[in-house]
Every structure is written in structure tokens, then in C-alpha cells.
């Protein structure tokens, strides 16, 4: 049993995230995974990711506030608990358009 408590959470950087703080709650940093890790990202107002792919599924979850996900085609605003799959290769933007913050928890493969 691997048991990460959030206020030890492990920070981490992604490239193409403005305004926001992102955490790792399980795998990579925060201890020892087989196939998936997990992540909480706080969204500033305003904040959010550029328009990219990249070659894993990601699956979503709003816990609080709205993130706005965009594939470039059509978007949609997810509230709490509201979720979202990423396929491989298709392309993402999240953004929080609102003036609170909001925080999504993201699961993807190793």
C-alpha cells in the first residue's frame, strides 16, 4: 500500500500550463505505479493549457469550479464531478474562464 498524503503531494511542471499548480497524487514521484498515474491541477482564473496532443488517453474529473475542454473542434464546460476521456493523439486545451478556481483531477498511463 502506497499512501500519499496531499500536503506531501509532489509538485511537477508541464510545458504549455499557464496559471495553474499541479500535484502528483499517485505514481512517478509519488510512488510506485504499473500502469497509470494520478494528478489534482489548480486552475487560476484565467488559466489553463495550450491547444496539444500527445500519444496517451486522459480522463478528467472536475471536483470543483469549471474547466472549459476544448479538442480544437468542439468544447465543452464541465462542472463538478462532469468528466472527460482524451484519446491518443487527440488534441486538448483546458482553460478556466470563470473568476474562481477551479481543480480537475487527471488520470493517464505511465
Known amino acids: 500500500m502506497n499512501v500519499m498524503r496531499f500536503d506531501q503531494a509532489p509538485p511537477y511542471q508541464a510545458p ?5 499548480h499541479m500535484v502528483r497524487l499517485q505514481g512517478r ?4 505505479a504499473d500502469c ?3 494528478g489534482l491541477s489548480t486552475i ?10 500527445s500519444g496517451v488517453e486522459k480522463m478528467y474529473v472536475v471536483l470543483d469550479g469549471e474547466v472549459t ?3 480544437g473542434q468542439e468544447e465543452a464546460t ?8 482524451i484519446a491518443p493523439n ?15 483531477l487527471l488520470a493517464m498511463p505511465l
Open 16 to 20: 504549455g500550463h499557464a496559471l495553474m
Open 29 to 32: 514521484e509519488a510512488g510506485p
Open 36 to 38: 497509470l498515474w494520478l
Open 44 to 53: 487560476e482564473p484565467g488559466g489553463g493549457t495550450t491547444l496539444d496532443a
Open 69 to 71: 475542454v476544448s479538442n
Open 78 to 85: 464541465l462542472r463538478p464531478w462532469d468528466s472527460c476521456r
Open 90 to 104: 487527440e488534441s486538448r486545451a483546458l482553460r478556466n474562464n470563470t473568476n474562481r478556481i477551479a481543480r480537475i
